[in-house]
């Protein structure tokens, strides 16, 4: 709608008076500052323009470039593995039959790549790196959540200011460094302490491996609890909670997406992790379920046995196979984390 | 400050707050108040911004002290019992203080969970008298016929105003006797605002409400006192009208008149 202010029943004594917008603002020469600044920017448009454009597409290619590096790593392991299939029969990734002692034909998994009969059950493998990764990753939940919670609820500013700095530099200590102190120190001590069989074995990797995720998962804990509001925090001790209530009731569920987020990255870091189990777990690859038992993950033979072996032959193709089924176990965890997250964003509508 | 009225003596005092100081660290955020809040009405607390009101009133329920270094002098007297006594329940304090906050702060649960968890704090677990506690609470805030329906969604689905509404529930659930507002409506709109002040002008019959806000026709329209706070001083303190009417200092007037603020 438009007023017509000449016509309207205004009278002149109400209409508040102006003064002209020129007088009294900053001149230089006969322009005003808003009249320089038109004019330089004129000049600088045509540069301006081109800066965009570049830092665009710089920026475009940055976050190709991490997408185009997964596929390409993911053709690579894919192209070598599936030539494993044209070199051993599927049926021999899990099993073959041997003699056994008394000469009867049994169906065995074994991990066994030498010879003529060489024998290339990845079974054992997959089966030691979980016995590796899932107490690991139990173990460094109920730490790293723990030291998380602390850090981000119950530890003082100063308490904080050094034991933060810490953890993360416990998430620094090279891994052969940690692999060397479980081979040399912590295996006695977990042998003395349970009895076992073997001093190297799943569960000397499994103390190990959580060194390295503990940080990880307390680090990222601690981000997603101090995320949550104040608001949240003040409103159940309004309602008379204590700090423990507030903690369990209020807090941890409020950033239960992020705390669920770095267990299961803690999962593939755990997973994906090799010099400690090389060093640690004994290296058997042993069909077992009992985690005091050597085994060897499906990262320790490849690192301990990839640099060894002629290109191209069968050993060389079933390691690239292995490679590629645990790159996509951890993409599928990493798939699962998200849609666990996204799920219960949406459920909170965080 | 004693209050003049003329009908003094008919109200019942609920809380005391008797030379209150109240320090962060080294900064005094209050200084040497003394007033008191009225059985049943509302008592209002304006003043610009940063002079103390809310640090006032949340020195009744003591929530300052969880997430700030605080230091308090003089006391604030609860039905005569001072609040900072050592031998205190804060649980039980807060049960009795409800708060409400500045921005609508629901749980990100569902509507029930929110108005039942502070019944569950206190162990009551019977799904029944959950259930009842949970109707009782949204009906006393004006917010049943809304959520009736959809009690097991998510509180954050929840508008502005019902989300505050809801947080009014979750206050009362716990049957509170005194509900401290900390500029309930600053985060709403003129409609939402609205219907916040109905159900203040509805919840003084059975609580007594400290309502902290900038707004002057807030305070005017809703409270039946009003104190002004000026860095952190309490510098006039009266019943609403006369506030607001004929205030007797100077810098009060021209607060309200909107000369500075």
């Known amino acids: ?350 | 400050m004693k209050v003049e009225h003329g009908i003094k003596g008919q109200q019942k005092t609920k809380i005391t707050l008797d030379g209150l100081s109240f320090y962060y660290g080294k900064y005094k955020a209050i200084d040497n108040v003394s007033m008191e809040f009225f059985e049943c009405m509302v008592t209002a607390i304006i003043g610009p911004s940063g002079c103390g009101k809310s640090t006032l009133i949340k020195s009744i329920n003591r929530i300052s002290e969880i997430t700030n270094d605080v230091q308090v002098e003089g006391k604030v007297l609860l039905d005569n019992k001072n609040v900072y006594d050592r031998d205190v329940d804060l649980v039980d304090l807060r049960r009795r203080v409800g708060m409400v906050f500045q921005r609508p702060n629901p749980f990100p649960k569902s509507i029930y969970d929110n108005v039942a968890f502070g019944p569950r704090l206190y162990g009551v677990n019977n799904k029944k008298r959950l259930d009842e506690i949970v109707e009782y609470s949204l009906v006393k805030s004006a917010l049943w016929n809304e959520v009736k329906d959809r009690l097991n969604q998510s509180a954050i689905g929840l508008s502005g105003g019902q989300q505050q509404r809801l947080c009014i529930a979750r206050a009362l659930a716990v049957d509170p006797e005194v509900l401290l507002m900390d500029e309930p409506c600053s985060a709403l709109d003129p409609t939402a605002t609205a219907r916040i002040e109905e159900l203040i002008e509805d919840l003084k019959k059975y609580y007594t409400i400290a309502i902290v806000t900038h707004n002057m026709q807030q305070a005017a329209r809703i409270s039946d006192y009003t104190g002004f706070l000026l860095n952190g001083q309490l510098i006039e303190y009266n019943i609403t009208t006369a506030i607001f009417t004929n205030p007797d200092k100077k810098v009060t007037e021209d607060y309200i008149t909107g000369r500075f603020g």
């Open chain 1, 1 to 350: 709608m438009n007023y017509d202010l000449q016509s309207s029943n205004f009278r002149a004594s109400n209409v508040p008076n102006s003064t002209s917008p020129e007088s009294g603002l900053k001149r230089f020469g006969d322009k005003r500052i808003s009249d320089l600044l038109v004019e330089s920017r004129q000049a600088n448009v045509n540069r301006q323009r081109i800066q965009e454009f570049i830092i665009e597409k710089l920026l475009f290619a940055g976050g190709m470039a991490a997408i185009l590096f997964i596929a390409l790593i993911f053709i690579f392991l894919f192209k070598e593995g599936v030539k494993a299939f044209f070199l051993i029969k599927p049926i021999e990734f899990i099993g073959t039959h041997i003699l056994d002692f008394d000469d009867n034909r049994v169906f065995a998994c074994m991990w066994q790549p030498v010879g003529e009969s060489g024998k290339y059950s990845i079974v054992p493998l997959l089966i030691g790196s979980f016995l590796v990764a899932l107490p690991a990753t139990v173990i460094s939940t109920i730490l790293g959540v723990g030291c998380g919670i602390y850090l981000a609820e119950i530890a003082s500013a100063k308490v904080r200011e050094i034991v933060k700095p810490a953890i993360e530099l416990l998430a620094g200590i090279p891994t052969v460094v940690i692999g060397f102190l479980c081979l040399t120190l912590l295996a006695t001590y977990v042998q003395n302490a349970f009895h076992t069989t073997f001093r190297l074995n799943a569960f000397v990797g499994a103390l190990g491996v959580s060194l390295v995720i503990i940080p990880v998962i307390a680090s990222i804990t601690d981000d997603a609890l101090r995320a949550v509001p104040n608001e949240l925090r003040e409103a159940s001790y309004g309602l008379g909670a204590t700090k423990w209530e507030t903690i369990w009731k209020v807090v941890v569920p409020a950033g239960i997406s992020g705390v669920t987020a770095s267990i299961i990255l803690g999962m593939g870091r755990a997973l994906g992790e090799t010099m400690i189990v090389v060093m640690a777990t004994g290296n058997a690859a042993l069909v077992t379920g009992n985690v005091f038992s050597s085994v060897r993950t499906m990262t320790a033979t490849i690192a301990a046995e990839l640099g060894a072996v002629p290109q191209g032959g069968p050993q060389y193709c079933a390691l690239f196979l292995v490679g590629s089924l645990l790159f996509f176990i951890t993409f599928v965890l990493n798939l699962v984390a998200e849609l666990i997250i996204s799920r219960m964003r949406k459920k909170l509508r965080l």
